[in-house]
């Protein structure tokens, strides 16, 4: 159920969008629904969070889940994504970042 004042969407830069929806159907299992040649709409779920930490950067980070996190960065790899941060130990679990083949930034999380 949509509400007044939540977060509902979230859209990302994709540059080459072929490449960026191959990354993302190989890697996660993600689909599609296309609107014209240069937009592609994904339905995935959305929680979020601020992170005030400086040391961070400016822009918005959106954080997948994984089961196995091992397993996940493998998927990552293969599909060509480039590993930014090996797995840490944050409050909660773990999590890598990586960069799309569009140049953003992702992390993947996991309670393990």
């Known amino acids: ?27 996660f299992g993600w689909t599609f629904e296309d609107f014209g040649p240069t937009y592609a709409a994904f339905d995935q779920g959305l929680d979020g969070g601020f992170d005030a930490d400086p040391a961070r950067t400016l822009t918005p980070l959106p ?21 930014l941060q090996a797995p840490f130990a944050f409050p909660g679990g773990r999590r890598f970042h990586f960069r799309d083949p569009a140049g953003n930034e992702l992390a993947v999380w996991s309670e393990t």
């Open 1 to 27: 159920m949509r509400e007044d004042g939540k977060l509902d969407y979230l859209e990302m830069p994709a540059g080459d969008l072929a490449t960026v929806k191959a990354f993302y159907g190989e890697a």
């Open 63 to 83: 954080v997948l889940f994984a089961t196995d996190l091992e397993a996940m960065l493998a998927r990552v790899e293969a599909a060509g994504g480039v590993i």
